[in-house]
């Protein structure tokens, strides 16, 4: 399955629960997925991109029969991605409303979890800092620093050898240290 077959081609075998058409798609899209929804997920303290993304994904797989791709698969892929975005930010926020709703009514004397702000400003700081690698190096640096993978795990993943992802991982330190040293605070 090369990068010459159409999106069509490769959605009418996963309509015929063809797991490595699926696979060729999700790797076909996955990276501009996860960017859509990081997009629309931007300055959401709670959400977790990276799982809505897999979400959009496993609600692809379990629609396979219904949905019809004529031309490419994005227009649909991004619709999803859209819609579950949406549910994500509606789920965040009921949970800092519930959260808001039980320090209030727990009254004088309770504990309440300290500030959280500066937690989320170095969160997206280092999410802005993340944005200014090249694609090569902020693939390693996700996989590895944010979702604390081993070099070796990143290796098979990327399917390079873990030299190739100790070195790139360097200079993706190495860059992003510089950018937040640089960073406004």
């Known amino acids: 399955m090369g990068s010459r077959t159409t999106d069509p081609e490769l959605w009418a075998r996963v309509r015929t629960d063809d797991e490595q058409a699926f696979a060729a798609l999700f790797t ?7 960017h859509c929804v990081t997009g629309q997920l931007r300055g959401v303290a709670r959400a977790d991109p990276s799982a809505v993304a897999g979400d959009v994904f496993h609600t692809v797989w379990r629609r396979r029969r219904t949905a019809r791709v004529e031309t490419t698969a994005w227009p649909w ?12 930010r509606r789920r965040c926020l009921r949970q ?7 320090t209030t009514a727990a009254g004088p004397g309770a504990t309440v979890d300290p500030d959280h702000a ?3 400003a170095d969160r997206l700081a ?20 944010v979702d604390d993978l081993p070099a070796a ?12 992802v100790k070195s790139r991982l360097h200079r993706a330190r190495r860059d992003l240290g510089r950018h937040l040293r640089h960073a406004p605070r």
Do not use: F, K
């Open 118 to 120: 500066p937690a989320v």
């Open 126 to 145: 280092i999410a802005a800092a993340l944005a200014t690698l090249g694609p090569v190096e902020r693939q390693v640096a996700h996989l590895a620093l």
């Open 77 to 88: 892929l991004r619709s999803v991605a859209t819609r579950l975005c949406a549910n994500e």
């Open 28 to 34: 076909r899209y996955h990276h501009r997925v996860l």
């Open 96 to 102: 800092d409303r519930l959260l808001h709703r039980v």
């Open 153 to 164: 795990e990143v290796a098979l993943r990327l399917r390079v050898p873990v030299g190739t």
